[in-house]
């Protein structure tokens, strides 16, 4: 086994990427390997426990405007160097299914912006992995029945498993790059949502909330 340690570090809106990484942890800890899963959510600062070159170092999260989280983003772009350890990469995304075909999701930027970051980091990218979990944009397809959802979770536990066992033998896997061409498409929309998102509407919510604010101050 090439590594003795296994630290995930996630953040999930409907538990899915919880879930994608529980299913890793669950594999390392058959394996023997210690292993942490924490949750950075309302992180303030980021403690990174000792580490040695034989710690594999995961992320995992979901998509969110063909993009990270923009907590995910502010996490990963802070984190420290940390030259010569290994590093994957696991974003959840929306798929459905048709039938007996699976359907699965785009990427966007979430898989390619922070592999580049951690690169620069000085990180060796090891895995990157997209997980076709249930989507949950109802606003543009109805909700998926229970045997539907089953099923994709079913698929992706195998999925998700099949990928631990590579990367925690030392192997890699880069399933990210399949859809790459597809996820290209769409990375002026990633990149338009985060801006938008983060500029424009931010200052239209707030001026009523300072209004709100200002009426009931005494």
Same mark, same amino acid.
Request: proline share 6%.
């Given at each position: 086994?090439?590594?003795? *340690?296994?630290?995930?570090?996630?953040?999930?809106?409907?538990?899915?990427?919880?879930?994608?990484?529980?299913?890793?942890?669950? %594999?390392? $800890?058959?394996? /023997?390997?210690?292993?942490?899963?924490?949750?950075?959510?309302?992180?303030?600062?980021?403690?990174?426990?000792?580490l040695t070159e034989k710690t594999l170092i995961g992320f995992c999260f979901p998509t969110h405007g063909f993009n990270?989280?923009?907590l995910v983003i502010k996490f990963i772009r802070n984190f420290p160097k940390l030259k010569n350890n290994d590093v994957?990469?696991?974003?959840?995304?929306? /798929?459905?299914?048709?039938?007996?075909?699976?359907?699965?999701? !785009?990427?966007? !930027?979430? *898989?390619?912006?922070?592999?580049?970051?951690?690169?620069?980091? &000085?990180?060796?990218? %090891?895995?990157? *992995?997209? !997980?076709?979990?249930?989507?949950?944009?109802?606003?543009?397809?109805?909700?998926?029945?229970?045997? %539907?959802?089953?099923?994709?979770?079913?698929?992706?536990?195998?999925? %998700?498993?099949?990928?631990?066992?590579?990367?925690?033998? /030392? &192997? $890699?896997?880069? $399933?990210?790059?399949?859809?790459?061409?597809?996820?290209?498409?769409?990375?002026?929309?990633?990149? /338009?949502?985060?801006?938008f998102g983060r500029f424009f509407l931010a200052k239209t919510l707030l001026q009523p909330m300072h209004a709100i604010?200002?009426?009931?101050?005494?």
């Amino acid at each position: 086994m090439k590594y003795n *340690q296994l630290i995930i570090y996630y953040f999930s809106g409907t538990g899915n990427a919880r879930n994608a990484a529980s299913w890793i942890i669950n %594999v390392a $800890k058959e394996k /023997g390997l210690k292993t942490q899963l924490i949750n950075i959510d309302r992180f303030e600062s980021i403690e990174i426990p000792e580490l040695t070159e034989k710690t594999l170092i995961g992320f995992c999260f979901p998509t969110h405007g063909f993009n990270m989280p923009p907590l995910v983003i502010k996490f990963i772009r802070n984190f420290p160097k940390l030259k010569n350890n290994d590093v994957f990469i696991l974003n959840t995304r929306g /798929g459905l299914k048709l039938s007996k075909l699976f359907i699965p999701g !785009l990427s966007g !930027l979430a *898989q390619f912006l922070p592999a580049l970051i951690l690169r620069l980091k &000085g990180f060796r990218i %090891v895995g990157m *992995q997209p !997980l076709d979990l249930p989507s949950n944009w109802l606003i543009l397809h109805p909700g998926l029945r229970k045997k %539907v959802v089953d099923s994709i979770y079913q698929r992706c536990e195998a999925i %998700v498993e099949k990928f631990a066992l590579r990367i925690l033998n /030392g &192997g $890699k896997n880069y $399933k990210a790059f399949l859809s790459l061409p597809f996820d290209i498409a769409v990375f002026p929309i990633a990149f /338009g949502y985060y801006f938008f998102g983060r500029f424009f509407l931010a200052k239209t919510l707030l001026q009523p909330m300072h209004a709100i604010i200002a009426m009931y101050a005494f």
